[in-house]
């Protein structure tokens, strides 16, 4: 289905302008029970619109409605939790009893408002409830990831049994919509594309190639913080299988020593960012001055970096969202803005990409300057390439790489003890990161089978100098993020 997220304050118009078949009030970080909260008219509850709310939005239509909703203290949940039918009803028609939902709230709901009846618990908690009767149903786990099990089912039926729609949206549809828009408004004028060597920022070239053709010039930084020879490797790629004009720029002393004793995670991805934008800059004097500049952003990158269409809860600024210089020249051109990475997969298949590339790990835009926590030093990226190939190869190996989301290593600023042969060692620490994940929205770390995770520590700890231990990260997303910094 086709969607558009938008913000709270002017939702009642919005609303009245564009007649939706239904509404979905999402979550968030806030909290009902806090004074100037996001809140809503009660006009908004009499529309006859179908309501979905989850999280915050059915603590907030509970509240709104005459229910009551109460702060968490040590009622918490985060992360997986089981939900028990107490009644199908319209949004859990043909679902077991009992299954596995995402739960991520310190509020709840402890009363429901009149004509409301309980549909779920979790524990002696309320995880759904809902007046059918007025099109009202509230969700306190979060259907929309991949670890609620039959959340996408849950979706169908409002989608389909409660707001009457079907389900027509394609990626066709919208590669066909995109590329017009990009011919639009680029006319007869040139762009260059700030490549990553990631399935987002390729995909985002094809759309704009599609639409204009070799007056597309693809630029590929080196910025010192790719992973083991992958400058060579990408450039190949996009060159010989891709057919796009790329042109590969080794900028990766400049990058170094900008970051020379820089160890905050948010100033290392503003450098970054900055420096990219520099560098493209340069390039695009040399290329004739083209005015825009495609990036691969998506929609996950707009909602952890700045408040974006509504107020959201700033997690980290990626390099192309928060890290963008204020008197940037380049005017953008981000196809993939509000796209998730899944969709943006799609999008790639339906390009005709070879289904190997498409299904690439998420690579950060920062690179590894992200995955070495503290400073960032030439010596420091030499040790974390050297673990990090051993984690790629060994994942590869396993065939598990189309199971994961992500699978790296991280390289900490602290030193164990550790005995190697019959000397004492006080070298670096390494954790691994490897997760599974639908869309990079929420991540539960991958239960990949002993036996490998024991191969890539002992290659590890033998064959790269510097490691001496190696620890597995175990946290979920929420509350941890994916990458370290």
Known sequence: MYCEIIPYYNALERIKEYKPAGIILSGGPDSVCREGSPSLPPEFFETDIPILGICYGFQLLAQSLGGRTVPGHDRREFGKATAQLTDGGVL?????????VWMSHGDRVDQLPPGFKIYANSGDLIAAAADESRKIWGLQFHPEVVHTHYGKEILENFISSACGCKQDWTMASFIKTTVESIKTRVGNESAICGLSGGVDSTVAALLVHEAIGDRLTCVFVNNGLLRKNEFESVLQNFRQHLHLKVKGVDASDRFLTLLEEVEDPEKKRKIIGNEFIRVFEEQSHALGEPPFLVQGTLYPDVIESESVRGPSAVIKSHHNVGGLPSDMKLK???????????????????LGMDEGFVHRHPFPGPGLAVRIVGSVTRERLFVLREADAIVQEEIENAALSRELWQAFAVLLPIQSVGVMGDDRTYENVAALRIVTSMDGMTADWAKIPYEVLERISNRIVNEVRGINRVVYDITSKPPGTIEWE
């Open 92 to 100: 859990f028609k043909e679902l077991p009893q009992r299954f596995q």
């Open 332 to 350: 953008l051109i981000e196809p993939l803005r509000e796209l998730f990475k899944d969709e943006v997969r799609k999008v790639g298949e339906e």
